[in-house]
């Protein structure tokens, strides 16, 4: 094969699924260099550990990632531990609180092995964009801000609707932006992906490495994942995520809980290079003359083996089969003793994410006020609702339970 024809072979599998590509035909003849004389691309994904849990919305660019290493170019996933103390304002209408080093550290301590059920890490860069930015002296921090505007980071959507709306934007936060652009400087990025949600930051990342002499990076945007909410994208703060480490139990019973509307998004976004042997059957769904539900079993069944293999799924299918669909209990419930030390009774909200393994006290609350939690088959309504020593049955919705001793 020709090097013109495996480009365009290659491109036509680094295109598939994206939404934005800018600088493809710039990418072209790198692209051509990269096979001829055997000079990899080098193609970076970047993820701050804003919590310890990566979802299936991650692996999403986490694939792409893949196809790039699979075409025998360089993946760099990008721990984001520098950024994660800045707080992406992405998408967010307030500061996004930024995280301190302790949590920073220790919700990136599973990052790499979460990332290897998808990519092959031993052929990959992993990289943490600490390494450099600690490094820098406010010399260098203020010589980095001198290469952009106020005027242009207002062109973003976020920054923009909050100034006119008079909501305050602090400076750090315009910090995140250049931060990332100057990750891609640091690791000579020739290509960067990321959600459709980080097209400015990855444009600045352009903008960025031409000023410090560098070729500028082709950019691609990828989906976002809706969540189980089926209304906003996944997001482990809102509760509608399901985590890539997640029980399987969990994962089935979480995707079984979809509507049929969001199961077709989820199809043609977690499909791509993997089930798109679905896709015929989607079609019927969406015709009337298909089966919506065998079809999401299926579509379960693939999101669990994914990530824990094909053994766990008669597993998870048995769990849905009793406890869902039968409302019986599960065959083993997790057994807490809370500790009162010393108070006069213990929290609700903080029984419920130490015994559930909830991400925060927000989550437990949303539970609550959505009628989904029961004590002793006694519904609860009230987040501030406080436990009595005494043994209880935990049950919150219909997936998650635990026998809960306070003393």
């Not at 305050?168 to 100057?182: C, D, R």
């Not at 079984?256 to 019927?284: K, V, Y």
Request: hydrophobic share 40%; aromatic share 6%.
């Amino acid at each position: 094969m020709s090097v013109a024809s495996e480009v365009e072979r290659q491109l036509e599998r680094i295109r598939a699924g994206s939404l934005e590509f800018v600088g493809e035909e710039e990418l072209r003849p790198r692209l051509a260099d990269a096979i001829e004389n055997d000079r990899p691309l080098r193609v970076k994904l970047g993820m701050d550990p804003s919590a310890p849990d990566l979802h299936i919305g991650h692996t999403i660019s986490l694939e792409k990632l893949k196809v790039f290493q699979e075409l025998g170019h360089t993946p760099i996933f990008l721990v984001g531990d520098f950024t994660a103390r800045i707080g992406d304002p992405t998408g967010k209408n307030k500061a996004r609180p930024p995280l301190d080093e302790e949590q920073v550290r220790a919700n990136a301590a599973t990052y790499v092995e979460q990332v290897a059920k998808v990519l092959d890490v031993d052929q990959a860069e992993i990289r943490f964009n600490g390494e450099w930015m600690d490094a820098m002296s406010p010399t260098d921090i203020v010589r980095l801000c001198s290469h952009y505007t106020v005027a242009r980071m207002l062109e973003r959507d976020d920054f923009s609707k909050r100034y006119r709306e008079g909501v305050p934007i602090s400076v750090h936060e315009f910090l995140y932006p250049l931060v990332q652009a100057y990750d891609s400087v640091a690791l000579e990025a020739d290509v960067e992906l990321g959600g459709s949600d980080q097209l400015f930051n990855l444009l600045v990342g352009r903008e960025i490495q031409r000023d410090y002499g560098q070729r500028p990076q082709a950019v691609m945007t990828l989906p976002l994942l809706v969540g189980t909410d089926g209304k906003e994208k996944m997001s482990k703060s809102l509760g509608n995520t399901i985590g890539i480490t997640d029980a399987p139990e969990e994962i089935y019973g979480r995707t079984m809980s979809i509507s049929d509307t969001l199961m077709a998004d989820w199809i043609r976004s977690l499909s791509l290079g993997h089930w798109e042997d679905l896709l015929p059957g989607l079609a019927a769904v969406e015709s009337g003359t298909g089966d919506p539900l065998g079809l999401k079993q299926e579509l379960a069944r693939r999101v669990v083996s994914r990530f824990h293999g094909d053994a766990a799924v008669s597993e998870a299918e048995g769990h849905f089969r009793q406890v869902i669909q039968q409302g019986q209990l599960p065959d083993e419930v997790p057994e807490v003793q809370i500790s009162l030390a010393g108070a006069a009774d213990a929290g609700l909200l903080d029984v419920m994410r130490e015994a559930l393994g909830l991400a925060s006290n927000g989550e437990a609350r949303r539970l609550v006020t959505g009628g989904a939690v029961r004590l002793d088959e006694e519904r609860v309504d009230d987040p501030a609702r406080r436990l009595e020593p005494g043994e209880y049955l935990l049950k919150a919705g219909k997936r998650r339970f635990a026998r809960i001793q306070v003393r």
